[in-house]
């Protein structure tokens, strides 16, 4: 179901932001328009759109970092953690010194802020790097570190643009599954392209298209699995399929419907036989 406001009567949470009819103009141009929506204390939400539609901006909105051209955004929290795309450059304090100045700001005390670093620290597998300095640690270091930095301060209102972006495999994963933990206690807002972490952590979408802001309430995006008898391994693995399992000559994929349709004739036009397609569950 899309409707552009989730609101009003039916709310049944704590309304933690609310938005009435925000409009940003950067430059004189018009990047978001008639945004309205309710947001309920503890939810999850992707914010989904394609290049350049305005997902950042929005992010930028709630997190206070741009004001609103016009219209109203009331936010009924404490903290908000904000994680940009891009970490700041050239930052000459170490890693781990930094994230304890992060901390100590916070009026943590030593202990604590020695067990909850290492804790993150380990988790993120960034033990290697705490003594670098920021600005030679590498962009997923760093991306980390701001990840980090945005949980010290233990925000009701956790704000990520494109969180796994830069982020190898493994801590994909274990960022995905601290979101998830962290769902429970506090509100989870992110920018992203991928499908995995809107299946793993949202429970709503906000799709942003030609300036405006709609909201889906449901999360799970349509997937088929495919499962083809192939002749050549090569073949497949150049496909580079992020969801692939094989054994023997058989792969079984699951890939996004819109994209179904140009794998399956990539799969057709390099002899593999297709045994079965089926929707995901
Ligand atoms: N500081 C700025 N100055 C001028 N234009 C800007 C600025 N920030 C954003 N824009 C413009 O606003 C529009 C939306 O940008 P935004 O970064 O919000 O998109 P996005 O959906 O996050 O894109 P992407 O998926 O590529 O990260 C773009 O046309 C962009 O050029």
Partial sequence: MLNYLRSGGGSVGNVILEASDLKKEIDGKEILQHVSFQIEEHASIAIRGSNGSGKSTLLKLLAGIYDPTSGKLVRNAKRIGYVPEHFPENLRFKLK??????????????????????????LFGIEPFTNTPLKKCSKGTKQKVGILQALLIKPDILLLDEPLTGLDTSSQLNLMAMLEKLKTKMTIIFTTHEDLLVDNIADQIFYVKDGRVLVHTETKSPHLVIKVRFSNKSVLLRLQLNEMHIEEDIAIITVSKDKSDDLLRKLLNNNCSVLDVRERI
């Fill in 97 to 122: 010194e930094y994230l304890t100045l992060v901390a100590t700001f916070q009026g943590m005390s030593e202990t604590d802020i020695e067990a909850e670093l290492s804790e993150y620290i380990r």
